[in-house]
């Protein structure tokens, strides 16, 4: 058994659905620990970060023309575009986290899925957009994961510090509460 994390995103469609309480009850049997969540609106340079190498994946398979659409409509998606505006992002930490959240998810194609699983369950192939709409992401490997965990989450949005940090002092303008 290997201590591990996982990025799980409830993408536009799962929220649009209100499948959040169902996708989580059934993470929770796993036993993982939550130590970050966020509710989102997805910029597109976050979209374009999280799928970068979908770009380069879908051009090799079905050329240029094709490849683009698939990586625009990909990208659309996940900002909202067909759906809300908005994502649940959670990490999960634990003993095999990837291996018991992506058996839990299913395959990425909803007709390939098994029926139990949730993409199984809830995903559809959209013929007007062409997007698998597959309510979830589920980080494949711990490299990916560490990643794509790193991309939306900063440390001090986590509950517990899963990778090494360190401290920089700058004198940053933002946001906060009145």
């Not at 659309?76 to 990837?98: Q, S």
């Not at 980080?139 to 899963?162: G, M, N, R, V, Y």
Request: charged share 30%; net charge neutral; proline share 3%.
């Amino acid at each position: 058994m290997v201590v591990q994390q996982c990025l799980v995103i409830i993408k536009p469609d799962g929220l649009f659905k209100s499948l959040t309480g169902n996708i989580i009850s059934v993470f929770s049997e796993t036993k993982l620990k939550i130590v970050g969540s966020r509710v989102l609106k997805v910029s597109r340079e976050l979209a374009e970060k999280h799928y970068s190498k979908l770009k380069e994946e879908q051009i090799a398979k079905k050329g240029v023309e094709r490849g683009t659409e698939i990586y625009e409509n990909t990208v659309n998606y996940i900002m909202g575009k067909f759906h809300t505006d908005r994502v649940l992002v959670l990490v999960y930490h634990g003993e095999d986290a990837i291996t018991k959240i992506r058996e839990i998810v299913g395959k990425t194609n909803p007709e390939e899925a098994d029926p139990i699983s949730i993409r199984g369950k809830y995903g559809r192939i959209n013929s007007k957009t062409g997007v698998f709409e597959n309510v979830v992401h589920a980080s494949a490997t711990p490299e990916d994961a560490e990643k794509e965990i790193k991309l939306w989450f900063t440390p001090d949005q986590l509950s517990d510090l899963i990778y090494e940090v360190t401290t920089e002092k700058k004198e940053i303008e933002r946001t906060v509460w009145k």
